[in-house]
C-alpha cells in the first residue's frame, strides 16, 4: 500500500490571528527504522518483542502493520496490526476474516477523525486480499473505543476472557488478563455493506 496523505479537517484550527493551518498526515506500512516508534516514548517498552515479532512476521506476509505519520515532524502518532489467520477462526481464518488489534492514536491527536481513518485504512488492506470481514476486540473498560466500533458498524459478536501471556523487553512473562468484546463487521472496501 503507497502512503495515504489526507488533509485532517478535523484538525484544522483557528491559530493566533485567525488563520486555519491544517495537519498532514500520512498512513503507510511501517517500516524497520519505525519500531522504537511503537514504544511511544517508553510507554508500550515492554511490548518491544512483540513489536519485533510482528514486523518480521508482516515480512513474511502473516501479519501486516499501519500506521499515522504526522508528516511535518515525520512522528508515529497512530497505528494498527492487522492478522491474517488465527489458530481461533473468529479472530481470523487466513481467506475472509482477518484481525485488527493493537490500534491505538495518541492522545494529542485523538478526536480528529485518525482513528477511524486509519480504520478504514485496514479494512481496505482486507478487502483488497479478498476478504469481506474485519474483526476486532475491544476491551470491556473501554467503552468509547466500542462506541467508535459500532458508529463504524462493528457488532459485539462474542466474549474474549482476554487471558495471554508474553515476554517483555527484559525477557520476563508476563501474564495478561483483558476481558474484551470481540466485534466484526462485513466488508466491501472498507465500508460497510448494503
Known amino acids: 500500500m503507497t502512503a495515504q496523505t489526507f488533509r485532517n479537517e478535523a484538525a484544522e484550527a483557528a491559530v493566533g490571528n485567525g488563520r486555519r493551518e491544517a495537519n498532514e498526515f500520512a498512513i503507510r506500512p511501517i517500516e524497520e527504522k519505525d519500531l522504537p516508534g511503537l514504544e511511544w516514548d517508553g510507554v508500550y517498552l515492554h511490548f518491544r518483542r512483540l513489536f519485533r515479532q510482528a514486523y518480521e512476521d508482516m515480512r513474511i506476509g502473516t501479519r501486516h502493520l499501519l500506521m499515522v505519520e504526522h508528516t511535518p515532524t515525520g512522528g508515529m502518532v497512530g497505528?494498527?496490526?492487522?492478522?491474517?489467520?488465527?489458530?481461533?477462526?473468529?479472530?481470523?481464518?487466513?481467506?475472509?476474516?482477518?484481525?485488527?488489534?493493537?490500534?491505538?492514536?495518541?492522545?494529542?491527536?485523538?478526536?480528529?477523525?485518525?482513528?477511524?481513518?486509519?480504520?478504514?485504512?485496514?479494512?481496505?488492506?482486507?478487502?483488497?486480499?479478498?476478504?469481506?470481514?474485519?474483526?476486532?476486540?475491544?476491551?470491556?473498560?473501554?467503552?468509547?473505543?466500542?462506541?467508535?466500533?459500532?458508529?463504524l458498524g462493528y457488532r459485539v459478536i462474542a466474549e474474549d476472557p482476554g487471558r495471554w501471556s508474553y515476554v517483555d523487553h527484559e525477557g520476563n512473562i508476563r501474564e495478561v488478563l483483558e476481558p474484551a468484546w470481540l466485534m466484526e463487521k462485513r466488508i466491501r472496501g472498507g465500508h460497510e455493506e448494503d
Open 79 to 151: 497505528q494498527i496490526f492487522i492478522q491474517w489467520s488465527s489458530s481461533d477462526p473468529r479472530f481470523a481464518d487466513g481467506t475472509r476474516r482477518g484481525y485488527l488489534y493493537a490500534l491505538r492514536i495518541k492522545p494529542a491527536f485523538r478526536c480528529r477523525g485518525l482513528g477511524t481513518r486509519i480504520l478504514a485504512a485496514a479494512e481496505n488492506e482486507l478487502h483488497r486480499r479478498g476478504m469481506d470481514t474485519a474483526s476486532i476486540g475491544v476491551e470491556k473498560d473501554n467503552p468509547r473505543a466500542r462506541a467508535l466500533y459500532e458508529r
